[in-house]
């Protein structure tokens, strides 16, 4: 007659306390990394579709640059004609759209909540975006998921600039210095961070 064996109960709850163990340890860190992958292709996106509203606008006007084009005098112009908004939130109420409470930084900093000089919108995406003129190129201040958080520059906060070219990058010229992670990671509006994906291949290493 065959003996069967069974588990008994201690050594059930033992391998049952390893497998918490192993979770509470492993899936806060799986999260993270998807939130992370998340944000990165966010931005990516939002970037991504600016430009192409930009090169197709210099394309229909015959312009060598995005400075040149009647919507550039215009920048209320350029967003509701050439991207997907579904929402308009005045200077005054730039909290409607980006975040209401302070921005903070990976370091831990924190900062005045983020105010647009000119009206800010929300994008059919999420993204909430403001666009202002910064000599012949234009910045742009992008909050991946608009007012929900982490509210975190770097994160779901970045800052950019599109040159008088229609290319994206960290500074209004285009020819920038290399992008410096321990800028990214103390500044609450994303100062570098941009840069600094695009070089990572758009993995949120830091």
């Given at each position: 007659?065959?003996?069967?064996?069974?588990?008994?109960?201690?050594?059930?709850?033992?391998?049952?306390?390893?497998?918490?163990?192993?979770?509470?340890?492993?899936?806060?860190?799986?999260?993270?990394?998807?939130?992370?992958?998340?944000?990165?292709?966010?931005?990516?996106?939002?970037?991504?579709?600016?430009?192409?509203?930009?090169?197709?606008?210099?394309?229909?006007?015959?312009?060598?640059?995005?400075?040149?084009?009647?919507?550039?005098?215009?920048?209320?112009?350029?967003?509701?004609?050439?991207?997907?908004?579904?929402?308009?939130?005045?200077?005054?109420?730039?909290?409607?759209?980006?975040?209401?409470?302070?921005?903070?930084?990976?370091?831990?900093?924190?900062?005045?909540?983020?105010?647009?000089?000119?009206?800010?919108?929300?994008?059919?995406?999420?993204?909430?975006?403001?666009?202002?003129?910064?000599?012949?190129?234009?910045?742009?201040?992008?909050?991946?998921?608009?007012n929900e958080g982490p509210n975190i520059g770097g994160r779901d906060m970045?800052?950019?600039?599109?040159t008088a070219d229609g290319e994206a990058a960290d500074c209004p010229s285009?020819?920038?210095?290399?992008?410096?992670?321990?800028?990214?990671?103390?500044?609450?509006?994303?100062?570098?961070?941009?840069?600094?994906?695009?070089?990572?291949?758009?993995?949120?290493?830091?």
């Amino acid at each position: 007659m065959n003996k069967k064996f069974a588990f008994s109960l201690s050594e059930v709850l033992v391998t049952m306390s390893i497998i918490g163990v192993i979770s509470a340890l492993t899936v806060p860190t799986l999260i993270n990394s998807y939130q992370r992958k998340a944000y990165s292709v966010q931005l990516r996106k939002t970037v991504n579709d600016i430009v192409n509203a930009v090169d197709m606008l210099i394309t229909e006007e015959g312009k060598s640059k995005f400075s040149a084009t009647t919507e550039y005098a215009n920048l209320d112009t350029f967003v509701t004609n050439r991207l997907k908004t579904i929402k308009t939130c005045a200077s005054t109420e730039t909290s409607a759209c980006f975040a209401n409470t302070a921005y903070g930084t990976i370091g831990g900093g924190n900062s005045a909540a983020f105010a647009c000089a000119g009206n800010s919108y929300v994008l059919a995406s999420s993204a909430a975006i403001c666009l202002t003129k910064d000599g012949s190129a234009v910045k742009v201040n992008v909050d991946i998921n608009g007012n929900e958080g982490p509210n975190i520059g770097g994160r779901d906060m970045f800052e950019l600039y599109i040159t008088a070219d229609g290319e994206a990058a960290d500074c209004p010229s285009g020819n920038c210095e290399d992008p410096s992670t321990a800028t990214c990671t103390s500044s609450a509006l994303g100062t570098d961070c941009y840069g600094v994906l695009s070089e990572a291949n758009w993995q949120m290493n830091y």
